[in-house]
């Protein structure tokens, strides 16, 4: 209990910091060269999170855009063609064919895929391709 008390007692005495009238002010945020580009991304954290930047890389680089957003295009395109075929008994070797091509595409489109928009798309071609590859081979696979 002594212990206790002299401890209290210690920190109940100290003294409080006295206070600090001169500040300085914080650093100017560093700009490197993809924030000098954007004058308002100066308030983003990272240049990435800025919808500008994305605009401005899809100006730069206007044939990669095209390119991914195509292929989320193609898989999709392809997930519809792989269901309606496995849907149809006579056309299961085009569904089984197409189903795999698509998931092969799907795939790589997904890996390289990069707004929220040809993710979904992706993931619902290659939900189509899937099931079509599925009836496909439930009525006949490979079999002419």
Request: some cysteine; proline content about 9%; charged content about 15%.
């Amino acid at each position: 209990m002594e212990t206790m008390r002299k401890v209290l007692s210690r920190h109940h005495h100290r003294q409080p910091a006295p206070p600090q009238h001169h500040r300085e002010p914080p650093p100017p945020p560093v700009k490197d060269e993809a924030t000098a580009a954007h004058p308002g991304a100066a308030d983003v954290e990272s240049p990435h999170q800025c919808p500008v930047h994305h605009r401005e890389y899809a100006r730069e680089h206007p044939g990669e855009c095209r390119r991914k957003a195509s292929l989320a295009y193609l898989t999709i395109a392809g997930g519809v063609i792989a269901f309606v075929c496995g849907a149809l008994s006579p056309t299961h070797f085009a569904a089984v064919c197409v189903g795999i091509m698509t998931i092969a595409f799907g795939l790589y489109s997904q890996l390289v895929s990069d707004t929220t928009v040809e993710r979904w798309i992706n993931v619902i071609g290659l939900g189509l391709a899937f099931l079509g590859l599925g009836l496909g081979l439930r009525h006949g696979g490979f079999h002419i």
